[in-house]
């Protein structure tokens, strides 16, 4: 019935107890054990029936069960002591107080997903749970950060398996008010609800808010009555695989939500596009530096550009969203007039240079357009984007393409197991999770008793089978399995056994089915009696990726044989509470992408952290975090032109280092004691990733290398009336209106000979500059390694100065070149803007010496 009035009732809480409903509204109780206990303590079997949600929970608790907790003492000091920590939290100061914002100036953080709680489907996978565990530390650095995204009232898909193994997805819809959401109101009372054109009317959608420890989440709804029902599900399901709906959650996310900051109040001082699909919010940011500055379009996109941060997550191509764009226009049209530029012309800045694609718009080349600060997620991973993205600055060299990298990082406290947390209190310091980022302390995990940490380590492991069989019995349940096959999960998998894990998503690049290469051997190893393996599997594919579908069933389809069915399982449905019990009790954790398409992968990260053991290809984060003395490679690190050719290598590559590294190590006990190399590697491994890989040293980066200087060049761009912030745009007409016109000579050697290590030489070359002068441009000489390709290795530049003008336009420039080492070297000159990384990077501003005629 659709005309129904609506009213709520609320558990009567007496007031001794009223925090606990304060508590159950702010997620940080999800990543502090004590609170957890708390609400488990009040009755342990709902609260894992109701997925460990309080707000349900609470709701769900009877008035007399209230009443007793009310009065007793025990649960009323538990009570007490969590209270007292969660008022702690809540009033410490920063603890980077170089990043100070005045009032109503936040860091922006959008992110199409955010993965907080097994309770908040609002994720699909590894770029939700990064952006989630970005917001946690960020609250406990004290970070004046707001995250922004859309609520979905049917989220990702959950996942079953049909008798066939093959996935199905479920949409099941989450009513809000099970949420710890509250709506954001007006002053006046009433719901804030914010606009954004369309290419049907005007969307609505109000806003709601998530407290995450001491930073806010704000989610965009459309599921309004005035919204008509095609603008309703623009926020029903994440991903939603129609373009158009794809579009619409893409601008609703960028300018909806930064519309949503302005009428709260707030202006983003720093924004963060966690990914393409935000770069939308670029277009409104520069229409409230405009506002807020009374500045032009040209001057407030300078501004936009020096405090904005543009991370991408992913070298596969797939994973970067591009739209025709008729499908973009009726968003950005708005802002063409606004700018007073063509839409046509904006439309351009999506344009992917050299792409015939008939009109495609790319989210990544859009959000380059309001950047100056753009990250890949891991080392190896800056290096590709640079490589896959060099069209995007013509005639730069790939080295010095702007794109940097900040090894992404996990929530330690989100994800250590409290066996091993109380280990590491005991060892450590009570404070030791406040302290992590602290070398010398973190070092003491060495002083650990190795039968103490295999001791916590077997129960993790132990919970892990116990988890796998509970979901199993659900599984073959649901199915109406015979008794005989539920009987035999009670049996499924051994707590003594060495237990190897894979979960992630499904994409066939990740090759989950790597081991299925040779299914004799894997027997094998499986059916070992001495010393066997059992291996746990969990994952989900995309709804339209069958054949991330087909590597599920084949998985399904060897695991019922019945020399193995005992030693191997896929859980279903994985997700954030599946994955905890997964990497505090594995003791291998398998990564098997074909490089280099895995961007980062912080499953390992967390494993690592309960001192799992990873045995990977070495891509994304493990060729960082490789060391053979924490860990295991799959391969040399090398790139195959042969996909085919490639799996069948690192397939056996990956059996080879099971049987002669992994098993034995594991197996190598001395009267009964723990394998002593198996424990120091975990120590090592623990130590890597608590110093190296937490969000902890994640953020600080960002905050070091990103915020705090954005935050600088946003202030000094502005004062005084946006001088600075004018002058950069003439400064940046000039150059694009001038530049064409310059000309560089072939750069010469004085005296022209070979030369010994230690030797100097002088180069000299002419410039002709025409309108510009020498003080707006800086010459240099590029130089390096020669290889056979013809390029160059090792490379540099080195500033020439200015000798002398040889005539109105026309320039002499010199420098001195050290000889540091002997081979072959290459060297050539360019003029480049002089200035700040921003203007030395502008696309097609940059001019090479002339080649031979």
């Known amino acids: 019935m659709r005309d129904m009035q ?286 807020r500055y009374d500045l032009n379009f040209q001057s407030a996109s300078q501004v936009c550009r020096r405090s904005t941060v543009f991370t991408t997550h992913t070298p596969v191509a797939a994973g970067h969203d591009e739209f025709d764009k008729h499908q973009v226009r009726p968003y950005i049209a708005p802002y063409a007039e606004k700018f007073d530029i063509s839409v046509e012309e904006l439309l351009s800045w999506g344009e992917v240079p050299g792409d015939d694609k008939n009109g495609r718009f790319s989210m990544f080349c859009f959000g380059v357009q309001f950047s100056g600060y753009i990250n890949g997620v891991s080392q190896l991973h800056g290096k590709v984007a640079r490589r896959m993205w060099q069209g995007l600055w013509p005639r730069r060299q790939k080295e010095e393409i702007p794109i940097f990298h900040v090894t992404n990082g996990v929530h330690i406290n989100s994800y250590i197991s409290r066996h091993k947390n109380g280990l590491l209190e005991r060892y450590l310091a009570a404070d030791w999770i406040e302290r992590q980022s602290e070398p010398a302390l973190v070092s003491r995990i060495d002083n650990i008793d190795d039968a103490d940490l295999w001791h916590v380590h077997e129960m993790d492991r132990s919970n892990l089978i116990r988890k796998c069989r509970q979901l199993l019995m659900s599984q073959y349940e649901r199915r109406n399995a015979a008794r005989t096959l539920l009987d035999d999960v009670t049996t499924a998998l051994d707590h003594r056994v060495l237990t190897i894990c894979f979960a992630r998503r499904f994409a066939t690049y990740k090759r989950a089915g790597l081991l299925l290469k040779d299914p004799q051997r894997l027997t094998r190893l499986i059916t070992n009696t001495d010393h066997p393996v059992q291996l746990v599997f969990a994952g989900k594919a995309h709804p339209n990726d069958n054949e991330g579908k087909d590597l599920i069933r084949r998985i399904v389809e060897f695991a019922r044989q019945p020399a193995v069915r005992h030693r191997i399982v896929f859980l279903e449905n994985y997700d954030i509470n599946i994955a905890r019990y997964m990497v505090q009790g594995c003791d291998v954790w398998l990564n098997t992408p074909r490089r280099p398409y895995e961007a980062c992968g912080t499953s390992g990260m967390k494993a690592a952290a309960n001192g799992g053991l990873n045995l990977s290809i070495l891509d994304g984060w493990w060729c960082e975090g490789y060391d053979d003395t924490r860990g295991w490679r799959i391969g040399n690190g090398t790139d195959y032109d042969d996909p085919g050719y490639q799996d069948e290598v690192e397939s056996q590559s990956l059996f080879n280092v099971l049987e002669n590294d992994v098993i034995p190590v594991f197996y190598d006990r001395i009267r009964g004691n723990p394998p002593q190399k198996w424990v120091r590697m975990m120590k090592a491994a623990m130590k890597m990733a608590i110093t190296d890989f937490s969000s902890d040293r994640m953020v600080r980066e960002y905050t070091s290398r990103f915020y705090i200087p954005s935050v600088g060049n946003l202030r000094d761009l502005t004062q005084d009336s946006g001088r600075k912030a004018k002058e950069m745009a003439l400064t940046q007409s000039r150059l694009n209106a001038l530049w064409s016109h310059i000309r560089v000579s072939k750069p010469r050697i004085k005296p022209a000979e070979d030369f010994a290590v230690g030797d100097t030489f002088s180069v000299v070359l002419e410039v002709f500059l025409g309108e510009l002068s020498p003080d707006e441009v800086e010459v240099q000489i590029y130089h390096g390694r020669l290889l056979g390709t013809g390029e160059l290795e090792k490379s540099r530049a080195e500033t020439m100065k200015l000798q002398s003008t040889i005539a109105p336009g026309t320039h002499l420039y010199g420098c001195r070149v050290v000889c540091s080492d002997s081979g072959r070297f290459g060297y050539t000159a360019r003029v480049i803007p002089r200035g700040d990384d921003v203007l030395r990077n502008i696309p097609g501003l940059i001019t090479w010496a002339m080649p031979d005629e």
């Open 6 to 291: 609506i009213y709520k009732v609320y558990p009567a809480i007496p007031e001794s107890l009223v925090f606990l409903g304060d508590l159950a509204r702010n997620l940080w109780w999800c990543w502090n054990d004590d609170a957890i206990d708390l609400f488990r303590r009040i009755h342990p079997g709902l609260w894992e029936k109701v997925g460990k949600n309080p707000v349900v929970f609470l709701a769900r608790i009877s008035t007399h069960r209230y009443e007793a907790l009310s009065r007793d003492e025990s649960f009323l000091g538990h009570l007490g002591r969590v209270k007292t920590r969660f008022e702690t939290m809540s009033s410490e100061i920063s603890r980077v107080p170089d990043l100070t914002l005045d009032s109503g100036e936040t860091v922006a953080y959008f992110s199409m997903e955010f993965g907080l709680h097994e309770s908040l489907p609002f994720f699909a996978g590894g770029l939700g749970i990064l952006a989630g565990d970005h917001l946690k530390a960020s609250s406990a650095l004290g970070l004046p950060l707001t995250g922004i995204g859309l609520l979905f009232r049917e989220g990702y898909f959950r996942q079953y398996l049909d008798h066939n193994g093959w996935q199905q997805e479920t949409y099941p819809v989450i009513d809000v008010f099970d949420l710890p959401t509250r709506k954001v109101t007006r002053t006046s009372g009433e719901d804030l609800v914010i606009d954004i054109p369309g290419p049907h009317g005007i969307i609505h959608a109000c806003v709601w808010e998530i407290r995450v420890g001491k930073i806010r989440l704000l989610l965009l709804d459309t599921n309004l009555p005035e919204n008509p029902e095609h603008i309703r599900n623009i926020t029903s399901r994440l991903y939603a695989s129609h373009g158009d709906i794809r579009v619409a959650q893409e601008a609703l996310l960028g300018i909806g939500g930064t519309r949503a900051l302005k009428a709260m109040g707030l202006f983003p001082s720093v924004c963060h596009m966690n990914e393409g699909h935000c770069t939308f919010a670029g277009l409104e940011r520069i229409c409230q530096i405009m506002e």
